[in-house]
């Protein structure tokens, strides 16, 4: 076990210890979650039942949204440095019946969307994102057991009661006003507390397999700066086989559909011979099964209890999104749990499921699961001998480039939100122009630098900072922090807005296209309707 500054303590010890939040599951969203909360002054309990990391490499894309929040932990210079690839730039190929067919079009290369973040993507396997958090997690001091296995076992009005064992037999009790579940797409305790799920079964069984190959190395080297391959075989009628490099020294691990029947006997070489298109030695270190399928949480919160990374959602390794997803939910929830612990204002905290949960719906539906269908579709149409592969084929490279743009999850619906188009999703277009709902873009590149002014409480840019008094008597009445940020003249040009208010997880919550934002638009954002009608009852709330 290892445990930081003796939060779980033996019962005989220490019968209660007392906590704003317990986080249970020590993934990379449980230890980002458990970051964000600590740095916020939140009083967080982590428990997970693993000791050493899973050593397989999943997760390995992190996008530009992720390295912002990364950066905002103080973990980004940690995982940049654990980079396994020496290519810093992210892409991949999705390529036509095998590797060395030849016939080819690039696919996710999320640099072309690079100038409207902060921060450029990165990619590394799991486990050495998770060592960096884990170090974070280690150098903030933030209360740690490792190999002990927490249960819910009470939820009242004022909190939860979380039990936990470690292997030895020796029981702990942890009392907190919060529990977030990041333990995973098993949850248990999403089953505790009653969640049910939504489940589709693609019935389909897959297999990982992680090896090295330098043949392999050299096969792809007509590929530069391409680090993960989707290869679309007819016979597999739109499920991918799909190769990505772990790191540059011929580390690779492969993802393929399999006959269910076949995995005692499966023959490894061919399976991936297949894939490649010739065969090629290779040094296996893992095999393993999935089913292929998605399951959403039909709701993020059951009371104090919230579900966050795997426990909410997971579906299929294609894209990416998986982490990332995850990642977003944790940016999401730390700063609502903070404003409810230091206010005692629990309402922000509906918002969360609010808006996260159509985010996944719709990141599931119309970049995974539409896309199966797209591939199937296409392949059972076309071939390269038939009349219009090509033109096709040319069709779907065009839909690709446009793919990676459209992935903007916005929180237009969001009650948080004031004067949003009216839809949350993840389907969305990357645009300088500050819109409601959307995250706040750099207003040029160079501007990147200034994340961290933006990030941590709520910011207002304003293009007259000398005349912001008001909102910000208003901000510490109602207890948020906020921060003034001048916005330049070119600045409110590219934004087209005169104000902008920034939530603590860079989406934009509300707009001045002329003129200030009121007390009443920074009450709705942050949830404090309430102490704004008390304290300052002459400010009108917007309806």
Aim: charged share 25%; aromatic share 8%; hydrophobic share 40%.
């Amino acid at each position: 076990m290892t445990r930081s500054r003796g939060t779980v303590q033996d019962m005989a010890s220490h019968p209660v210890a007392q906590t704003d939040v317990v986080v249970i599951g020590g993934g990379p969203v449980g230890v980002a979650l458990a970051i964000d909360l600590t740095q916020r002054g939140i009083r967080c309990q982590l428990i997970e039942r693993r000791t050493r990391l899973q050593p397989i490499p999943k997760g390995q894309n992190l996008t530009q949204r992720t390295m912002e929040y990364m950066a905002l932990l103080g973990a980004e210079d940690a995982i940049r440095a654990r980079r396994t690839i020496a290519d810093t730039r992210v892409g991949g190929m999705m390529v036509y019946g095998r590797l060395t067919s030849g016939i080819a079009y690039d696919w996710l290369v999320r640099s072309a969307v690079s100038g409207f973040y902060h921060r450029r993507p990165e990619r590394l396997p799991q486990p050495e994102t998770e060592r960096a958090l884990r170090g974070r997690l280690t150098d903030l001091g933030t209360h740690a057991s490792f190999g002990w296995t927490a249960e819910v076992t009470g939820v009242d009005p004022d909190g939860v009661t979380v039990v936990s064992r470690d292997a030895h037999g020796r029981i702990a009790t942890t009392r907190a006003r919060f529990v977030v579940a990041c333990d995973g797409s098993g949850s248990r305790t999403r089953t505790a507390a009653g969640i049910t799920q939504t489940r589709v079964d693609h019935d389909r069984t897959m297999a990982l397999v992680v090896f090295r190959s330098r043949d392999l190395d050299r096969i792809v080297a007509r590929y530069p700066q391409r680090q993960f391959f989707s290869v679309l075989h007819p016979r597999h009628d739109g499920y991918w086989q799909f190769l990505g490099r772990v790191d540059s020294e011929a580390g690779w691990f492969f993802h393929a559909p399999v006959a269910a029947h076949s995995q005692a006997e499966l023959d490894i070489p061919q399976l991936v011979a297949e894939a490649v298109g010739e065969p090629v030695p290779l040094d296996v270190q893992h095999v393993g099964f999935w089913d292929l399928r998605f399951a959403l949480a039909d709701s993020y919160r059951a009371g104090r209890i919230f579900l966050a990374g795997d426990a909410a959602h997971s579906h299929p390794p294609y894209g990416g999104y998986g982490v990332n997803s995850g990642f977003e939910d944790a940016a999401n929830l730390a700063w609502k749990l903070q404003i409810a612990i230091t206010t005692g204002d629990e309402s922000i905290l509906d918002s969360y499921d609010e808006e996260r949960r159509p985010v996944f719906a719709s990141t599931a539906e119309d970049f995974i699961d539409s896309a199966i269908r797209s591939d199937r579709d296409f392949l059972r149409t076309f071939e390269p001998e038939t009349p219009g592969f090509t033109a096709e084929w040319e069709r779907r490279a065009e839909r690709a480039a446009t793919e990676v743009a459209a992935y903007a999850p916005h929180y237009g619906s969001s009650s948080r939100i004031v004067g949003g188009d009216g839809v949350t999703s993840a389907w969305g277009d990357h645009r300088v122009r500050a819109r409601p709902g959307y995250r706040l873009s750099p207003w040029e590149p160079s501007a990147a630098e200034v994340l961290e002014r933006l990030g941590g409480g709520f910011a207002l840019l304003s293009a007259a900072p000398e005349q912001t008094g008001p909102l910000e008597r208003a901000a510490r009445e109602m207890g948020v922090r906020l921060t003034v940020v001048p916005l330049q003249a070119d600045a409110v040009t590219a934004y087209q807005a005169q104000e902008i208010l920034v939530r603590p997880d860079l989406y934009v919550a509300a707009v001045a296209r002329n003129g200030g934002l009121t007390p009443g638009e920074l009450a709705i954002a942050s949830g404090r309707e309430a102490a704004l009608d008390r304290d300052a009852g002459e400010m009108s709330v917007p309806v």
